[in-house]
């Protein structure tokens, strides 16, 4: 029994290795060589994002200051170098010394990045027009990125940028469809574009990469060799472990917790799987849903501020929406997703009947009321809101407070904080197989790592209160991080009495190099990941592949809203299947989200930018657990001992939750907390909670008792009524009145200053002026005026004549140009305001929470009559 968990211990980490921090271990001069060169990168990303190249320019007189495309480069070749050094290229490679090849692989990358550093002036000098030389070192550069990425991440991502710059080059073949092709474009032009400037390889994503996320990635390595990790699973177990079903209870919530950090599902199903998956199966877990449990837990961590897998920052970039904002935005989803995923593991154990660990005696009631509150998300928000609203009031208060200020605060609780957990020994992993007698007190758990919370204190801090960049605000919680790995060890002895207080001083030392190194292994993959998104981000922005994409996608679902969210959602599974969070956001994003602005226009359906993007995301990371691929799912089943297929499909059954949320925020934007008070809020919060509890219910076919066919749909009908009551309401009373667009000129004079205006506007086609598109826009107005004039100033030219208000070609770079460009401007049929679409007033769309929750309240009488087990 041991050797066989000994075995799949061993092929969990080989599939993590393969998967985030290169799969060849190296011994002796070449280990230390690699060693040092992730050490290198880690400690280059903190020099470029700090002070100090300012300060030796300033002090020195020597331009040691990267710039951020010098930045990029520099990042893109650490990662190809130690892709080739850390990652076998083949699956019988060498695992334990590096194949001549690779030397080669390694030079080459470097040499091709370094290009264009060496010859950056002659470069920009013949913007355009590539010399030779210029062609050679683009080509290596492509073609050893593409090795990278195989390597490192297996063949989807490079399958996907391969049919991309396949379509550059033979886009303009006879042989393809009209509707996508293209005019094509020379090799030396594709080149040019993919390596030599910022449009392709290293385009915005691989300057996220360089500048945030290797930051917050580098953060998490330093938490988890602190010994965070294994701090949070043993809190979670310490509270929730005796409860009914447990174990997997802690599962969700060490996950929840991880997420807040990690950048890989996969590494977040090992770290905290290793330990929960066998405890789930001890307490009657069957191997597959224990592993399921695990992934939907972990997949949902990357679905969680304020990291999100590394997305968090490219979602800022691409929607031009700040990185606080997104940490809002995406709140209520991943928090009510992880209650609901508490409580489907709560009704597994009563249809499994299962019990709790053994507890400690002094444990009775208060785990128990934690259970619906107590997720890692909510100790996040729970933090923020005290940084925010319990320190903000220093900055009030004291409107001269410096940061110096704050981190003498910080030193004083850190010590305090250390003091308390020398207090009590320090935590040590546990074997999950072995017996556990009794679980540890939460209260002794909690204290041994307090501490650990000080640099999130930071970062929140300097995010919200400094109001500092996402990327200065990771490298001062870095900072922290790494003074709190040196010196936790020598403090606590000290506190202690123990004396070798140098022993310890070595460990923290140990502790943090190796911390160093394995940020630096871990972003290996999402160097080149970024790196090869970026060709499919050059591509589309060289050719306009998204417009193909959308007219396919308009083409198949024949105009219908649902069938084309359905179809897109479908798509962002496939797109994301095998690759990594960052790659997954990137190409999903590109491709699906412009198709959600397009057709979603088309057919009346005008959605924030943030809310479709956050839908393509949501679908493509649940291609984590989803067969046949779902890394994931093989990484749980690995540990568990289960059938992997079984164990991504039991795991997308608990996502499916997951999967919901999506289509309700694009129908329902309070649910991403857009346009809300904070009263309503944290209304939207609670009733969207009860609403998602339901919905599990409803999917697992157990409320407080089994449910009949007619119980589910109910229930389905309730949690439908509470997240979207706007639906009944557009039923009953449509939101809009329509008027005629000849109207428009006066329409617009009688609105209030900076309303929003909602269009209908006709015109040709562009391409085909014998049919006629439809598209419908929200139009901007400034202050309030003549309607003509402030149309023009919106960037609508509008003449009203013949009872029709005729639209002019909007002029190239006003707000209009790019959404009207699929009109005809000069055909024969003018494109015209259609109609005007004025909000009615309404009653409120809550009454019909009445009726949903009279329904409720039958269905829960009902089922009591049958209930025979208790309900917690």
């Keep these: 029994m041991a050797e066989e968990v000994h075995k799949r211990k061993i092929d969990v980490d080989e599939l993590v290795a393969q998967v985030d921090t290169g799969a060849r271990s190296v011994a002796g001069p070449v280990g230390i060589f690699i060693a040092v060169l992730t050490f290198l990168w880690s400690t280059f990303q903190l020099y470029i994002a700090s002070n100090v190249p300012f300060w030796i320019t300033e002090h020195l007189g020597v331009n040691v200051v990267f710039n951020n495309f010098d930045s990029r480069v520099v990042h893109l070749a650490f990662a190809l170098a130690l892709s080739a050094l850390a990652y076998p290229l083949f699956r019988g490679s060498a695992r334990h010394h590096v194949p001549w090849y690779d030397w080669i692989l390694a030079i080459l990358g470097v040499y091709a990045c370094l290009y264009l550093i060496v010859f950056d002036d002659a470069i920009s000098a013949r913007a355009g027009l590539p010399t030779t030389s210029d062609l050679v070192a683009a080509t290596i550069g492509m073609v050893v990125l593409a090795i990278s990425v195989y390597r490192a991440l297996g063949l989807p991502l490079v399958i996907v940028a391969a049919v991309f710059v396949a379509y550059v080059f033979f886009g303009d073949s006879p042989w393809l469809p009209d509707a996508i092709q293209w005019r094509g474009a020379s090799y030396g032009k594709a080149m040019w574009h993919y390596w030599m400037q910022t449009e392709g390889v290293f385009g915005v994503a691989l300057g996220v990469s360089a500048s945030m996320i290797f930051l917050f990635v580098l953060f998490g390595s330093l938490l988890e060799k602190a010994g965070a990790g294994n701090y949070f699973i043993k809190l ?36 905290t799987g290793t330990f929960t998956i066998p405890l789930m199966k001890r307490t009657g877990f069957p191997a597959e849903k224990a592993g399921a449990v695990e992934v939907a837990s972990s997949t949902n961590g990357q679905l969680t501020p304020p990291v999100m897998g590394a997305a968090a920052f490219l979602i800022a970039e691409f929607t031009g929406v700040a990185y606080t904002d997104i940490i809002r935005h995406a709140f209520l989803p991943a928090v009510v997703s992880y209650i609901a995923l508490v409580y489907i593991v709560h ?145 606590k002895n000290l506190f202690r009495g123990a004396g070798a207080l140098w ?108 809310a ?44 499916i939750r997951t999967a919901l949320l999506p289509f309700l925020f694009i129908f329902n934007t309070e649910l991403l907390l857009i346009d809300v008070t904070l009263w ?107 309607g003509e004039a402030r149309l023009e100033e ?13 639209l002019e070609e909007p002029f190239p770079q006003t707000p209009f140009a790019e959404a009207f460009q699929d009109f005809d401007f000069y055909a024969d049929e003018p494109v015209v305001i259609s109609q005007v679409q004025l909000p009615k007033e309404r009653m409120a769309k809550e009454v019909f929470y009445i009726p949903a929750l009279v329904l409720l309240a039958l269905v829960i009488v009902l089922q009591r009559r049958r209930q025979t087990v208790p309900a917690f």
């Design 236 to 271: 979670a177990f310490s509270l929730l472990g005796h409860l009914r079903g447990g174990p997997a209870k802690a599962a969700v919530v060490a996950s929840a917790l991880s997420g807040l950090y990690s950048g890989s599902s996969i590494a977040n199903v090992v770290t």
């Design 347 to 491: 009704l597994e154990a009563l249809k499994l009947d299962l019990k709790g660990l053994p507890k400690p005696p002094a444990l009775v009631g208060v785990a128990r009321r934690l259970i619906g509150v107590l997720t890692g998300f909510i100790l996040m928000c729970v933090l923020a809101a005290a940084v925010y609203y319990g320190l903000g009031w220093i900055k009030v208060a004291f409107p001269g407070i410096t940061f110096y200020t704050v981190i003498l605060l910080f030193l004083v609780a850190y010590l305090l904080l250390v003091w308390l957990a020398a207090r009590n020994p320090d935590l040590e992993m546990d074997d999950p197989n072995a017996p556990l007698q009794e679980l540890p007190r939460p209260g002794a758990v909690a204290v041994t790592g307090l501490h650990f919370i000080l640099p999130i204190v930071i970062l929140i801090w300097c995010i919200l209160i400094e109001r500092f960049s996402p990327s200065l605000s990771a490298y001062y919680a870095t900072l922290s991080m790494i003074f709190i790995v040196i010196t936790q060890h020598p403090l």
């Design 794 to 806: 919106a960037g609508l030219l509008v003449m009203v004549e013949d009872g029709q208000a005729l």
């Design 612 to 655: 479709v993007h956050m839908f393509v995301f949501y679908f493509g990371i649940l291609a984590d657990d989803t067969p046949p691929v779902g890394l994931a799912a093989f990484a749980a089943a690995a540990i568990s001992g289960g059938d992997p297929i079984k164990t991504g499909f039991q795991g997308f059954g608990y996502d």
């Design 680 to 786: 309503k809020a944290i209304f939207v919060f609670v009733v969207a909670t009860v609403a998602m509890l339901l919905f599990a219910a409803a999917t697992q076919g157990y409320f407080l008792t089994r449910n009949r066919i007619w119980e589910t749909a109910a229930l389905l009908l309730i949690a439908l009524t509470l997240f979207r009551p706007g639906f009944w309401l557009d039923l009953v009373d449509p939101p809009y009145e329509m008027r005629p667009g000849s109207e428009v000129v006066e329409i617009v004079g009688r609105q209030p200053a900076d309303a929003g205006l909602r269009m209908e506007i006709r015109g040709p086609d562009f391409d085909n002026p014998d049919e006629i598109d439809t598209l419908t826009v929200l139009v901007p107005l400034g202050p309030q005026g003549d």
């Design 503 to 610: 022993p310890a001083f070595l460990t923290g030392i140990h502790d943090f190099v190796a911390g160093m190194i394995a940020g630096a292994r871990n972003m290996i993959g999402i160097g080149v990941a970024t790196g090869a998104a970026g060709i499919i981000v050059g591509t589309i922005s060289l050719t306009g592949a998204h417009q193909v994409v959308g007219e396919f996608v308009e083409f198949l679902s024949g105009g219908n809203l649902m069938a084309m969210l359905l179809l897109v959602a479908v798509m962002s599974l496939i797109l994301g299947m095998g690759l990594p969070t960052t790659a997954n956001y990137i190409v999903v994003s590109s491709l699906m989200a412009p198709v959600i602005v397009s057709v979603g226009a088309a057919s009346g359906l005008l959605v924030p930018l943030i």
